[in-house]
C-alpha cells in the first residue's frame, strides 16, 4: 500500500477544484500577452469555430 | 534500452471550408509530403507486414535466395536477415490510402479519416521525444507544400478528440519479451496506465465522450476507454490493447500497442509517457512482486475518477482493499522502477519523474511548465478571470466552463505552427528537451541504433532501388538475372545494419551507373 504522499496537499477537502494559481511574477508578462492574442482571436469566431471543429473517429 | 515508438494520428481541417472531405485532404496532404521529400521517399510494402507469419509464402533464407543477390554482400553472416524475391505486380497505389516512408525511417500516411506519422523505432524515450517533434515538423512541412499546390488553407490539430464524439488516437509501442504471461502484463501495467496521466493528460474541457457535461478533465482520452482489455482501438476501447503484430521474431517477441495516452504538445509529458512506461515493462518482465501491491480493484471507473479530479486527491480502490490517489501510487512505481534504469536515458526519465510528481504534490500550478493540462488549465483559469462577471456586492463570477471561447481555447491549443502551445513555448513558459538543430536533424536522419537506420539508409541514398519499405521489409528494384523483386527481412529491430542494404547503399564505385 503506497503512503508516500498522505500530507502537503494543497487544497481543502471540500474544493472541488484547483482555483487559478496566483500568477507569478516571471510568467505574469508572457501569459498576459499570450491572453491578449487570445481574446483578439476569440473575440470574433470561437462560437463558430467549435461549431465547425469535427472530425471523423480513428483508433 | 527498449525499442519503442510512437504514432500520431492529427486532426485535419480546412479553415475556410468545414466540410471538406478529411480522407480527401489527407491523402493530398501525404502526395504533398512526397512532394516535398523529393526523390527520398517510398511507398509502403504491403507484401507482408510480419515475414514470419510467411503470408506470402515463397519466403526463402539467404542460402537459398539467388546467387545474383548475393554479389553485393560477400561478407554476409549468414545470420542476418533473410532476401526473398517477389514477382512484379502493378504499381497501382490506392489513393485513399497513400504512404511516404521518409528518410528518417517514419512512415507518413493516411489512416481512417487522418493523416498519421507514425515515428522510427528507437531505443529510449529521448529519442521517442525527438522523432515525435520531427513528425511534427514533418506534417508542418507537408501542409506547406499542400497549401502551394492546392492553393488551400490546412490545419493539422495534435489532439485527440473533437468535442463532438469522435476520438482519434496516439499510440505507444513497446517491445517485450514474448515469454511474459500477457494477463500478468495486463494486471501489473494497467496501474501505470490508469495514474500516468496526472502527468501525461493533455487536458481537455468537457467532460464525457460528446462533452456532455461542462468542465475540465486532465486527459483528452480518459472518457473513451470503456473495457479493460481487448483488440479493438476504434469502438469501445480498451486500457490494455491486445493485437499482436510484433513486426518482428514472433517467437521471442511482442509488440506493446497502448492506446490510452494523449497526443502532448510538450515534450516533457512525452518523455514521460513513453519512459515510465517502458521501466514499469522491465519490472514486469523481471517479474517484480512489489506491483501486486497496485493491482486496481476496477480499472475503467478509475480511469475517470483520475481524470476528472482536478485536485489529484481522489483515491482509487485497489484489489487489496485499501485505495490510493494517482500520486501515491506514482511514486510507488518509481520507487520500484529506480532498481530498472540500465541507462543514462533511463536516469534522465527517473529525474524528470520525480521532479514533477513532486510538484504535483506540492502544488499543481507549480508544474506548469512541464505538464500540460496544468498549462492548459492554467491558461484557461486566466481566460476565466479576465472576462468574470463582477456582481454589485463585489464577488466575482468566472466564465462558465460552457462558453465556447474556453473550448475554442482547447482545440486551437494543439494547432501545429500557431496554437496557444506553440505559442506558450515560444514565449519561454514550456520545458524543451530538444532544440532546432536537433529536430531538423530528426527529419532528415533515422536513429542510428535500430533497424530504422537499415530502412532510412536505402532511402537517403540510393531511392532509385527502393520499390517499397515496411517496419519489417526493403523490398529493392534493381536490373538482375532473376528480374524479379528482392525483398530484404528486417527481422530483428535491434539490428541498425543489413549487409545487403549496406552494400547497395555504400557509394557507387567510379564509373558504374
Known amino acids: 500500500m503506497p503512503q508516500t504522499h498522505a500530507s502537503g496537499q494543497p487544497y481543502e477537502d471540500d474544493a472541488p477544484e484547483p482555483a487559478v494559481a496566483p500568477a507569478k511574477a516571471e510568467n505574469t508578462d508572457a501569459l498576459d500577452s499570450l491572453l491578449d492574442e487570445i481574446d483578439d482571436s476569440l473575440q470574433v469566431n470561437a462560437e463558430q469555430f467549435v461549431r465547425s471543429f469535427v472530425q471523423k473517429g480513428g483508433q | ?513
Not at chain 2, 521532479?355 to 505538464?371: G, Y
Not at chain 2, 494547432?415 to 515560444?426: C, E, F, H, Q, T
Request: with cysteine.
Open chain 2, 1 to 513: 534500452m527498449r525499442i519503442c515508438g510512437i504514432e500520431t494520428e492529427y486532426g485535419i481541417a480546412d479553415p475556410a471550408r468545414p466540410q471538406a472531405n478529411p480522407i480527401l485532404m489527407s491523402s493530398r496532404l501525404v502526395e504533398a509530403c512526397r512532394t516535398w521529400a523529393g526523390e527520398h521517399t517510398a511507398r509502403w510494402d504491403y507484401g507482408g507486414e510480419d515475414p514470419l507469419q510467411d503470408q506470402r509464402g515463397h519466403r526463402r533464407a539467404r542460402a537459398q535466395a539467388h546467387p545474383d543477390m548475393l554479389t553485393d554482400a560477400p561478407e554476409f553472416d549468414g545470420q542476418a536477415g533473410g532476401v526473398s524475391l517477389r514477382k512484379r505486380r502493378g504499381s497501382w497505389e490506392d489513393p485513399a490510402h497513400l504512404n511516404a516512408v521518409l528518410s528518417n525511417g517514419a512512415r507518413f500516411y493516411v489512416d481512417h479519416a487522418h493523416p498519421e506519422y507514425s515515428g522510427p523505432e528507437v531505443t529510449n524515450a529521448r529519442d521517442a521525444v525527438l522523432w515525435d517533434a520531427a513528425g511534427d515538423a514533418i506534417a508542418l512541412a507537408a501542409a506547406r507544400q499542400y497549401t502551394e499546390t492546392e492553393g488551400l488553407p490546412l490545419a493539422l490539430y495534435k489532439n485527440n478528440v473533437d468535442g463532438k464524439g469522435a476520438s482519434y488516437g496516439t499510440h505507444e509501442n513497446f517491445l517485450i519479451r514474448r515469454d511474459v504471461d500477457f494477463e500478468q502484463l495486463a494486471t501489473w501495467l494497467t496501474p501505470h496506465l490508469v495514474t500516468r496521466q496526472v502527468m501525461t493528460g493533455a487536458g481537455r474541457v468537457g467532460l464525457g465522450q460528446r462533452g456532455e457535461h461542462d468542465g475540465f478533465q486532465i486527459s483528452q482520452r480518459a472518457d473513451y476507454m470503456e473495457a479493460e482489455v481487448g483488440l479493438e482501438t476504434t469502438l469501445r476501447r480498451p486500457i490494455i490493447n491486445t493485437r499482436d503484430e510484433p513486426h518482428a521474431d514472433r517467437s521471442q517477441w511482442r509488440r506493446l500497442h497502448v492506446i490510452i495516452g494523449d497526443a502532448n504538445c510538450f515534450e516533457v509529458p512525452t518523455l514521460l509517457k513513453m519512459g515510465t512506461t517502458a521501466l514499469v515493462l522491465s519490472a514486469i518482465e523481471a517479474g517484480d512482486e512489489r506491483l501486486d501491491s497496485l493491482v486496481l480493484a476496477d480499472p475503467v471507473p478509475a480511469v475517470h475518477t483520475v481524470s476528472h479530479d482536478l485536485s489529484l486527491r481522489a483515491s482509487v480502490p485497489l484489489a487489496s482493499g485499501e485505495s490510493a490517489t494517482a500520486l501515491e501510487i506514482q511514486r510507488a512505481l518509481l520507487a520500484i522502477c529506480r532498481e530498472y534504469a540500465a541507462d543514462a536515458a533511463d536516469h534522465t526519465v527517473l529525474a524528470h519523474w520525480e521532479r514533477v510528481l513532486d510538484a504535483l504534490a506540492r502544488d499543481p500550478f507549480s508544474a506548469a511548465k512541464d505538464v500540460e493540462w496544468v498549462a492548459k488549465l492554467q491558461l484557461l483559469g486566466r481566460l476565466r478571470e479576465r472576462h468574470a462577471t463582477v456582481h454589485p456586492d463585489g464577488t466575482q463570477e468566472l466564465v462558465e466552463w460552457a462558453d465556447a471561447r474556453l473550448a475554442a481555447l482547447d482545440l486551437q491549443w494543439s494547432r501545429l505552427g500557431d496554437g496557444w502551445a506553440a505559442k506558450l513555448l515560444a514565449a519561454g513558459q514550456v520545458t524543451r528537451l530538444t532544440d532546432d538543430s536537433a529536430v531538423a536533424s530528426a527529419v532528415a536522419r533515422a536513429p542510428r541504433d535500430t533497424r530504422a537506420a537499415v530502412r532510412a539508409r536505402l532511402i537517403a541514398l540510393r531511392p532509385e532501388l527502393v520499390d517499397a519499405a515496411g517496419w519489417s521489409s526493403v523490398v529493392i528494384d534493381r536490373p538482375t538475372a532473376h528480374g524479379e523483386l528482392e525483398v530484404v527481412h528486417l527481422d530483428d529491430p535491434h539490428a541498425s545494419s543489413h549487409p545487403v542494404i549496406d552494400a547497395l547503399a555504400s557509394p557507387r564505385p567510379t564509373g558504374a551507373v
